[in-house]
């Protein structure tokens, strides 16, 4: 698979050679930045899969950049710095970093690097995915309780009648059952 790369480096000399390197090793530099400066727009603009930034170091500027680009186009981050301090290490990763390489800019290993990112990048993808709708499930799932305990309270009902009335109205009006219930506490409260 042929990925589109934005590269970040400030020394000319060195992006030449990692560009090289990426190339021969079938991906495609799609845009080359000297800084993090408009980082989100080049990124949208070039349509890259994967940026990988070389560094001297992780300054705030570049956490900051990171950050910004995991709020709002996340892609894999593979991050390269000549040095580091442990409180970098810990900033970079929760700005969501995919692979961070302390002195180990090869050339020709940056391929083997960018693919692991990718598959980090991935399963960390899906595992957000799969929390946001844990979350929403569960979120649901309160809000049925809810309008069964008002039902049960209001309308004296045992809790799988009112269980069955709230499935009852949802197949009725065509919702779901937690639209349902949402509109069942909803009027609770105007009453």
Not at 1 to 23: C, H, I, K, P
Not at 153 to 168: D, F, G, H, N, V
């Amino acid at each position: 698979m042929t990925l589109r790369v934005l590269l970040v480096d400030d020394n000319a000399e060195r992006a030449a050679a990692v560009s090289a390197g990426l190339e021969a090793n079938g991906c495609v530099v799609v845009a080359l930045l000297p800084d993090h400066a408009d980082m989100v727009a080049e990124v949208r603009r070039a349509g890259a899969d994967v940026i990988v930034c070389d560094l001297d170091h992780a300054s705030r500027d570049a956490i900051d950049a990171m950050r910004a680009l995991h709020r709002d186009e996340p892609r894999p981050v593979v991050m390269f710095v000549d040095r580091t301090d442990p409180g970098s290490i810990a900033a970079v990763m929760e700005a969501g970093v995919a692979a961070y390489v302390v002195e180990g800019l090869h050339p020709g290993r940056v391929r083997a690097v960018i693919d692991v990112a990718v598959a980090r990048f991935r399963a960390h993808q899906a595992l957000r995915a799969e929390l946001a709708e844990v979350r929403s499930q569960l979120s649901e799932r309160k809000l049925v309780e809810r309008a069964k305990g008002l039902l049960m309270q209001t309308r004296r009902m045992s809790e799988e009648e009112a269980y069955r009335t709230l499935r009852r109205l949802a197949m009725d009006q065509g919702k779901r059952l937690a639209d349902v219930a949402e509109n069942v506490i909803s009027m609770a409260k105007l009453l």
